[in-house]
């Protein structure tokens, strides 16, 4: 029985740090609001607001604040009845306030509704936020502005500055009055894009015609359900209708540019340890005798650009759910993410109008992988961060997930008489249209208009629905499951019933609210949702199960054997969909693509007077510098698994290639996990990014310990719309290029996804990003005792350079720095990269190397430092002993001391070597181009001899490691340590 | 007879499979019970010899780090858990256990009854959450877990860690009393500051004893520690030692030979 409403009162308990202890938050956000432009803020205290609506009145809320609201040793706090407000302590003149608009998920509130229940006491709702008060002369609205940029998003929030009025804790809407909508179909073309148009539907001319036709068989006109539902399972996003259509470029056809290239080249391999490629939520590959390891990359570009910390946390989120909705279930056990954003220190009037800030948008995103990551308990182990303006108004979020699934339990598919159940998070308007919302291009009303595409997430409730899956899982009480990411219910439900058919009644859904009508319960994206077929002899079982994990699970309706997807909502038929048509009915698309051409010309810059600040500065540009802010604020050693972490060596500075992950507690059997990914390449030639990302993803895995003939891939394909034929044709010589590097490196792809229409639109016009590749490798490591770092190990030893150099220097960092790109991108000679990467197998697998690291962004003075990173170690190098090759189209002449130096020639690896060791590792290397260049030393000291015998770099390791560590940290401890305790 | 570990899980615990392998992997028997079983009966925990809260985010750590999980305990389950420590078993926390003990008022644990808080953990000074490897030493004269004079590395990954005493008598009562039961320490000696003190603590304390020894919290994560590939400097030798085992194998082993007997 609910408790009567007459007992309920609302009040709010505000807590602060009491004086004499230190308030983190505060100092932060005072911090924060600085860098956003606020002047004039002395000091900044932190609130922590709870809104209650309980019984008891008064009393209970006091009981409540002192025994389990606030810290019983360092806060303080408020009891506020309505219209009271909390005083200001003396010297602080303004308040700011941060709370959630009404419907975006306060996952805080759940814990807060389970203590306050622990505690004896009764409560009916409960809301979060916070506020901050601040001391000083801030003008108000400056403030106010700063504090909408810093410390909250008003695409989800309200940030006010009024002092505070009261919060309401309960979220109070009128039921849905139901009304079955039937959308009428025009003759016209016009009108009939306009109703996608106006529904947000983002179906085409062509698809709107061919669903005019379908239901013209029919004889009858579609609900707004039925639409709905093609619009989300058609989308781009769903159906990668682009690349799986038909493209001509160059005089070349494919019918499925996708299954001609990429899938091809994976059957053409017929890997036996593939064990299930492109069809499921991940990709599987074998492990041992008694698992599997899956892997997935998804990206989730559009609600990152509006919300970032909503938009990553949810991507981190809806990966993880495609792990477990492999197969019946896997178990994720190492997170991957990959973002590219502005420049960090953009001008604010660079900044297209409606977007956010890059460095805004970075921190956004990190720490929505973090708070979403970390409380899943998931070690995020491996990742990458690029900068380029082009993605300013159109960041890219990539996050990826590695499971572990129990050979067996790699078939699944519901059954007629199954029940569909829904299990996991309440659904509510949230996440609206976020298929379709991806499938478009961003504009600068985008915050206002498509803010119910983004969503922030609850990671724990995600936590309880993997805890009961896994239970229910070793426990066969399903025959199917699939997470519901974009398109909701509509493309879970959808999707498992393909092959049978079912018959669900949305009224069954568990709503967060009322007020929802029946197409919105069908396709909202809620997140922390699975289905489930559960076959009915368990569904008693399971219910209890998940009851017992906390998780609300729920019977919507069954599977049946009709070929047809019934919606109901109570007793009214709602949807009724042929699931041929549904799934096979989209008009294929056919596109032409055009070659891209290159943009720049070949710079012709002198040779820097000092090459080592030419380095230093190198180290210190934000695709090399050090990502040790981002890394160490995510938990990569949860699962006690990552045993080459994201940094080695003694004082872990020296970057790891590759993550090396221990899945089993009980084994040291492991797997590698790295990637590959420059876009600068592609503004010369995307065939020749295609194939440096494949080997550099290779390069990464095979550097850490990897087998090389174990390595599986996958592609992200980010670009604009492919309307534009030279988009397009990138993207298709991107597919080719991976095609040729799996068939030559005998590297399968194992699953991919693309991301188009990555576009931003404002007054100016529309910008396209770069077209970005993204390979994520993940290797085979035989026994993890045998896996190599990075970092220098000893004096005395051999630096053994393996691969040749080039005067390769078209996209590369060094260029970058002069605002140039250049021509002469670095070519992939896959035959011989094939024969390295065994060579190096063979090298690790010996113990013949004490160090290894592949030489990529920066070239080979980059690789250099960071090898000696954190070791106490230097080294002397001969630039004359690198072996060089003329090439790069004869642009350049390899013979100057820079071009050695900063070329990023593919396929190179930089070893350290004992000298005993020595004559046995150019044994194995026999047949491949490489030269002992120098040695390492007892003096932290980095000694490079040009062409001519001069000295021509001579740099302490620690000058060039403060240069690589500060350029992206973004902050240290901000509170003095005087106010550290009780005085 | 093994020894009997009750590994406790709640929504959002997320250390729990490691903690339970380590104990296991020690000679004890260990076994994950979700909170929502204990509070239906508590026979599990009169059954145990040892009540092991492991790291994550209990319940998001809503409110604050383990605050939620230790309003449900004290509530809920306080007289089997002192029980437990009366009858000779043994309390384990670490990280987010160790922010529940605290925040049940179990640690320090200067004065009886528990409940009542005389410490905290708060957020780290650096106002967001790190994962790094730290320095210890154990300074414990009577902690059942750990030998007085080892230095240890271990890993710890958190935000809200700095502990902060009530006040000067609790501050003074906890250095007095012996309730440090692990201090970080700089690579080269002296006080550490950021990072080797990673989060503000004050007194440089890592984890903290009650007075039977029986009861321990800290914040590094020595399941994280069992091997020596679990050292991020494992592959240039480190640490220091012949085995496969790393730093963190002792306190589970030193846990088991003392309920052994």
């Not at chain 1, 910390?309 to 981190?316: D, E, L, R, V």
């Not at chain 1, 699934?405 to 949230?430: C, H, Q, W």
């Not at chain 1, 220098?792 to 960092?813: D, F, Q």
Request: negative net charge.
């Amino acid at each position: 029985m609910p408790p009567a409403p007459s007992a309920v009162s609302s009040f709010r308990v505000e807590v602060l740090v009491r004086p004499g202890f230190s308030d983190a938050r505060g100092h932060a956000a005072r911090a924060e609001l600085e860098l956003a432009g606020a002047r004039g803020v002395d000091a900044v205290l932190s609130v922590r607001g709870f809104s209650l609506a309980l019984q008891g009145g008064r009393a209970a809320a006091e009981r409540l604040a002192a025994a389990v609201l606030a810290d019983a040793v360092t806060d303080t706090w408020a009891v506020l009845g309505g219209g009271e407000t909390l005083p200001l302590p003396a010297g602080f003149t303004q308040r700011i306030d941060v709370v959630k608009k009404a419907g975006v998920m306060d996952p805080a509130a759940e814990g807060v509704l389970r203590a306050v229940r622990a505690a004896g006491e009764e409560i009916v709702a409960a809301r979060t936020y916070s506020a901050f008060l601040v001391a000083g002369e801030a003008e108000a609205e400056e403030l106010r502005q700063a504090a909408a940029r810093a410390l909250g998003n008003e695409a989800i929030e309200e940030i006010r500055a009024d002092g505070g009025g009261p919060v309401e804790p309960l979220a109070r809407s009128a039921p849905a009055r139901f009304a079955r909508v039937v959308v009428e179909l025009p003759e016209s073309d016009e009108r009939l894009l306009a109703i996608s148009a106006r529904g947000g539907l983002s179906l085409s001319l062509e698809e709107m015609q061919a669903i005019r036709s379908h239901f013209r068989v029919a004889a009858r006109a579609p609900t707004d359900l039925e639409l709905e539902t093609i619009a989300q399972t058609w989308s781009e996003h769903c159906k990668h209708k682009t690349l799986t259509g038909a493209v001509e470029i160059d005089g070349r056809r494919y019918e499925n540019l996708l299954h001609e290239t990429i899938f091809a080249a994976t059957r053409a391999l017929d890997r036996p340890w593939c064990v299930s490629v492109f069809s499921d939520n991940a990709g599987v590959v074998a492990f041992d005798d008694d698992f599997h390891v899956t892997f997935k990359v998804e990206t989730h570009n559009h609600p990152s650009a509006i919300e970032p910390y909503g938009g990553a946390g949810t991507g981190i989120g809806g990966v993880l759910r495609d792990t477990m909705g492999t197969g019946l279930g896997a178990k994720p056990i190492a997170s991957t993410d990959v973002f590219c954003v502005g420049p960090p220190d953009l001008a604010p009037d660079q900044v297209p109008q409606g977007a956010l800030p890059p460095l805004r948008v970075l921190k956004g995103v990190v720490a929505g992988v973090r708070d979403y990551g970390n409380r899943m308990g998931i070690p995020t182990a491996n990742g990458a961060v690029l900068f380029d303006r082009r993605f300013t108004g159109n960041p890219l979020v990539f996050c990826g997930s590695v499971g572990l699934l129990p050979a067996g339990m790699v078939a699944k598919g519901a059954r007629p008489d199954d029940l569909v159940v829904v299990a996991g998070g309440k659904t509510g308007r949230d996440g609206i249209h976020g298929a379709t919302f991806s499938s478009r291009e961003l504009h600068s009303a985008s915050e206002t208009l498509d803010s119910g595409a983004v969503q922030i997430g609850n990671a724990i409730a995600e936590k309880r629905l993997l805890d009961a899956l896994l239970l229910a899982r070793d426990r066969g009480l399903y025959t199917c499951v699939t997470d519901c990411g974009a398109g909701g219910l509509s493309s879970a439900v959808g999707e498992m019933a393909a092959a049978c058919g079912a018959d669900v009644d949305v009224e069954q859904v568990p709503l967060k609210y009322a007020g929802l009508s029946y197409a919105e319960i069908w396709i909202s994206e809620a997140q922390e949702r699975m289905v489930f077929a559960v076959p009915p002899e368990h569904e008693a079982a399971l219910l209890e199960l998940f009851a017992s994990e906390d998780v609300e699970a729920t019977v919507i309706g069954r599977f049946t054997a009709t070929g047809r997807l019934v919606v109901r909502c109570g007793g009214a038929v709602v949807g009724d969909l042929d699931l041929d048509f549904l799934h096979h009915g989209v008009p294929r698309v056919a596109r032409q693509a055009a070659l891209p051409r290159a943009r720049d010309d070949e710079p012709d810059l002198p040779c820097p007077e000092s090459l080592g600040d030419a380095l230093q500065r190198l180290l210190a540009a934000p695709n090399i510098a050090s990502k040790a802010w981002i890394v160490r604020q995510y938990d990569h050693e949860v699962l006690a698994g990552t045993v080459v972490k994201p940094f080695a060596g003694r004082e872990q500075q020296a970057p790891a290639d590759a993550a090396v992950i221990k899945p089993r507690l009980d084994s040291y059997r492991g797997i590698a996990v790295g990637c590959g990914i420059n876009p600068a390449y592609g503004d010369i030639d995307p065939y020749e990014m295609g194939l440096l990302a494949v080997d550099e993803a290779v390069r990464n895995v095979v550097a850490a310990g990897g087998r090389a003939d174990r390595v599986a891939l996958l592609d992200n394909f980010c670009a604009g719309s492919c309307e534009r034929p030279e988009i397009l044709g990138a993207v298709a010589r991107l597919a080719e290029a991976c095609r040729d590097a799996a068939l030559a490196l005998g590297a399968p792809f194992i699953s991919g996804k693309d991301s188009l229409n990555n576009e931003y639109r404002d007054a100016a016009g529309s910008a396209a990003i770069p077209t970005t590749l993204l390979i994520s490798s993940l290797a085979h490591v035989d026994d993890v005792r045998r896996a190599v770092t990075s970092d220098l190990k000893r004096v005395g030893s051999a630096l053994l350079l393996l691969g040749v150099t080039r005067a390769e220097l078209g996209g590369s960092a060094w260029y970058a720095l002069h605002g140039r790109v250049g021509r002469s991108v670095p070519r992939v000679d896959l035959e011989r990269a094939r024969e390295t990467f065994a060579a190096v197998c063979g090298l690790l697998n010996g113990r013949l190397a004490l160090a290894c690291h592949d030489v990529a962004d920066g070239g080979l003075g980059v690789a250099l430092a960071e090898m000696a990173f954190g070791t106490g170690l230097g080294a002397e190098v001969d630039l004359a002993l690198v072996p060089c090759e003329d090439g790069a189209g004869g642009l350049l002449s390899v013979e100057r001391d820079d071009r050695i130096l900063f070329a990023e020639s593919p396929t190179r690896f930089l070893l350290e070597v004992a000298p005993e060791r020595l004559a046995a590792a150019r044994e194995v290397l026999f047949g491949l181009p490489h030269a002992v260049i120098g040695r390492t030393s007892a003096e932290p000291r980095l000694a490079l001899r040009g062409l001519r015998g001069a000295l021509v770099l001579n740099e302490p390791v620690a000058a060039l490691q403060r240069a690589f560590a500060a350029a992206l940290d973004f902050g240290s401890p901000a509170a003095p340590p005087a106010a550290g305790g009780p005085r | 007879m093994k020894p009997r570990f009750l590994v406790l899980r709640a929504a959002g615990t997320n250390c729990d499979l490691e903690t339970a392998f380590a104990l296991e992997s020690a000679g004890g028997h260990a076994e994950r019970v979700h909170v929502n079983r204990l509070l239906q009966g508590a026979t599990a925990l009169d059954e145990c010899d040892a009540l092991v809260i492991p790291g994550g985010f209990s319940y998001g750590d809503d409110i604050a780090a383990g605050k939620v999980l230790a309003v449900e305990l004290l509530h809920h389950l306080r007289d089997p858990i002192v029980r437990l420590v009366e009858r000779g078993g043994l309390v384990l926390g670490i990280c987010n256990g160790f922010q529940v003990l605290v925040k049940m008022g179990m640690l320090p644990g200067i004065a009886a009854p528990i409940g009542l808080q005389e410490a905290t953990l708060t957020d780290n000074d650096s106002s967001r959450y790190e994962d790094r490897w730290v320095r210890l030493v154990s300074v414990s004269e009577r902690s059942v877990f750990c030998r007085p004079g080892e230095r240890l590395e271990l890993p710890l990954a958190h935000a809200e860690g700095k502990y902060v005493p009530r006040d000067a008598a609790v501050r003074r009562a906890v250095l007095e009393g012996g309730h440090v039961a692990l201090r970080y320490v700089a690579a080269g000696g002296g006080a550490p500051s950021y990072p080797d003190n990673p989060n503000g603590s004050v007194d440089h304390v890592a984890g903290l004893v009650d007075r039977t020894g029986r009861v321990l919290g800290l914040m590094p994560h020595p399941e994280r520690a069992l091997l020596r590939v679990h050292h991020p400097a494992w592959t240039c030798g480190a640490p220091a030692a012949p085995s496969e085992e790393g730093h963190g194998a002792r306190f589970f082993r030193n846990a088991v030979q003392y309920l052994r007997g």
